[in-house]
């Protein structure tokens, strides 16, 4: 104990014992941040694999469906047209949604928000008494049934919306990283496996479609994968870049230089739609703004208005509102001595 009280109050010794520590407790992070960072992307790998199994059309079966066995039945309870049903599937489509069962399981969903409503309110309006009350419930029952017919529609087409930006937002980064690969001796569809590995954590949407366009090209022809995949997110920058992909793969041409002024005119066009919504922020803001500035100006004058219309009430009628009344009740005397028949001047008769 002794030599080790005596190597501790060396200060030469303290001082590697502290780089010693100092090197350790480095070491212990940056381990722990690989470790982090590697099990997060296991993870999205995982998922990822996860999504594409599920997705798979063999693994489809009914018992799979949102509903199970009932999501047929409930599903022809609405009809729906044909050109209704080729613009519904491919919002599905466009929203993410490959399974061969999501358009039955969306009208199945949508039967169900539709005549749970309207069951609850007929069960309600027969537990009531007044016919006011059954005449609420039942308006409350259908306003919640068209709610139930729509909203489902509407979720499919704003998460369609927003999942063609995440794509279009990722496709530059992707086709340099393509050019990269493609310039390197790849080809198209190592330099789609590769990209794919480097995307899933910045743009794990288009990552996925990418890993589907592998597999499908793997399956059948690259130029079928890439015209299903335009297809699935209606993009006409995705077109553009199966038809780029498909002439390099079949003629054999070096597509670098194309990509490369692609991708290039892609951030310009971005860009321009970017100072576009730029310059009309101000215009939309500029109602707003008005309102702001009129409630802001009705809380400043109210209290001024307030204790000016007391101020006046008080000095006119008296200090409470009982007293207004006395005074208004009360009839004024005139000040003087009393006029009476005795004082009262004589008037001279004619």
């Not at 199945?108 to 008494?129: D, K, N, Y």
């Not at 919306?161 to 496709?171: D, S, T, V």
């Not at 041409?253 to 576009?276: I, V």
Request: glycine letters at 6%.
């Amino acid at each position: 104990m002794d030599q080790l009280r005596d190597f501790l109050n060396d200060a030469q010794n303290y001082e590697l014992l502290m780089l010693a520590g100092v090197f350790a407790a480095v070491v212990l992070v940056t381990l722990a941040g690989y470790f982090v960072l590697a099990r997060r992307r296991r993870l999205l790998d995982d998922k990822l694999r996860q999504q594409l199994d599920a997705d798979d059309p063999g693994l489809s079966a009914p018992g799979d469906m949102v509903l199970g066995d009932l999501t047929p039945a409930l599903a022809a309870q609405i009809p729906m047209g044909e050109g209704d049903r080729s613009e519904l599937q491919q919002e599905l489509r466009q929203a993410g949604y490959y399974r061969p069962t999501a358009l039955l399981e969306y009208a199945a969903l949508r039967t169900v928000f539709v005549i749970a409503p309207l069951i609850a309110a007929g069960t309600l309006a027969l537990l009531v008494e007044t016919p006011e009350s059954s005449v609420y419930i039942w308006a409350g029952g259908i306003t919640a049934a068209i709610l139930g017919f729509s909203l489902p529609r509407i979720y499919v087409y704003y998460r369609g919306k927003a999942r063609q930006f995440e794509i279009e937002r990722g496709l530059p980064t992707a086709i340099d990283m393509l050019n990269l690969c493609l310039s390197g001796g790849l080809n198209v569809i190592t330099s789609l496996e590769r990209v794919v590995k480097e995307l899933h954590n910045a743009y794990p949407v288009l990552a996925y479609e990418l890993e589907i366009v592998r597999r499908q090209a793997d399956l059948k022809t690259l130029d079928f994968a890439l015209n299903q995949f335009a297809n699935r997110t209606g993009l006409p920058n995705v077109r553009n870049l199966a038809v780029i992909l498909g002439q390099s793969e079949n003629l054999g041409a070096d597509a670098s230089n194309t990509l490369r002024e692609y991708a290039d005119s892609m951030r310009t066009a971005m860009k321009q739609r970017a100072d576009e919504m730029a310059n009309k922020a101000p215009f939309k803001l500029l109602f707003p703004a008005y309102l702001m500035a009129m409630g802001a100006a009705v809380l400043i004058i109210s209290p001024t208005i307030l204790e000016f219309t007391a101020f006046r009430q008080q000095n006119i009628l008296g200090h409470t509102r009982e007293q207004g009344r006395g005074a208004l009740k009360t009839p004024t005397v005139p000040h003087g001595p009393a006029v009476t028949a005795a004082n009262a001047p004589s008037v001279p008769a004619n």
